[in-house]
């Protein structure tokens, strides 16, 4: 979980046309900075006359809040099936925190690679 908040995603964004595109995970304290125009029109698709004054680089939000509530789940999920094997209540409620951990990591997979791609 440290890790996770000291190493954010981020992501670049137009706010002339609200697409935004991954800028990686870096340190919480050291955003990374805006490329040149001719870089940041190729990383948008943008054509050589449109304007890139209007992009920006701010943490991502929803990433942030996938991982802060997916880490919780699998690490009580993990907890709950490797100790209490005997009572079936805690073991069956162990696998659907696991369960849903994972349905979480899917979808930050999903938002970061296939979404802001």
């Given at each position: 979980?440290?890790?996770?908040?000291?190493?954010?995603?981020?992501?670049?964004?137009?706010?002339?046309?609200?697409?935004?595109?991954?800028?990686?995970?870096?340190?919480?304290?050291?955003?990374?900075?805006?490329?040149?125009?001719?870089q940041?029109?190729?990383?948008?698709?943008?054509?050589?006359?449109?304007?890139?004054?209007?992009?920006?680089?701010?943490?991502?939000?929803?990433?942030?809040?996938?991982?802060?509530?997916?880490?919780?789940?699998?690490?009580?999920?993990?907890?709950?099936?490797?100790?209490?094997?005997?009572?079936?209540?805690?073991?069956?409620?162990?696998?659907?925190?696991?369960?849903?951990?994972?349905?979480?990591?899917?979808?930050?997979?999903?938002?970061r690679f296939?979404?802001?791609?």
């Amino acid at each position: 979980m440290i890790v996770s908040e000291l190493f954010p995603a981020w992501v670049y964004e137009d706010e002339n046309t609200s697409v935004r595109r991954s800028a990686g995970y870096h340190f919480r304290f050291a955003p990374p900075k805006l490329q040149p125009p001719d870089q940041m029109r190729k990383i948008f698709g943008l054509s050589r006359n449109d304007p890139t004054k209007f992009m920006w680089v701010h943490i991502d939000g929803i990433c942030q809040l996938e991982q802060r509530v997916a880490i919780p789940l699998l690490t009580i999920g993990g907890i709950l099936v490797s100790f209490n094997r005997r009572i079936l209540a805690i073991y069956v409620f162990g696998w659907l925190f696991l369960c849903a951990g994972v349905g979480i990591v899917a979808l930050l997979v999903f938002h970061r690679f296939i979404l802001l791609s």
